[in-house]
């Protein structure tokens, strides 16, 4: 089994319980993580910006095949800018 295929085995609950929510629930998800995140300070602020690590870098590494090279550097620069904010919130 490949790697790739086993991180769609892994993922498939969190993916089938985005799908199945409202539009609006990952972007609300996502969004009160980061503020969370970004307001909070200590332990708990870095750990919700793990979280919205996580599901950016499980939705960069679905789409990786697809995008062009300026689009995976912009996406990995963000990925950086979250480690160093989660980082500095410890």
Known sequence: MSFRRSVELKA???????GRAPRWVPFAVVLGCVVGGLLLHGP????????????LGLQLFFAWPVLLPPQRALRV???????VAASSRL
């Open 12 to 18: 498939g609950p969190v993916v089938v319980l985005l």
């Open 44 to 55: 708990m602020s870095a750990v919700l910006l793990a979280v919205v690590f996580a599901l």
């Open 77 to 83: 620069i963000v990925l950086g800018m979250l480690v």
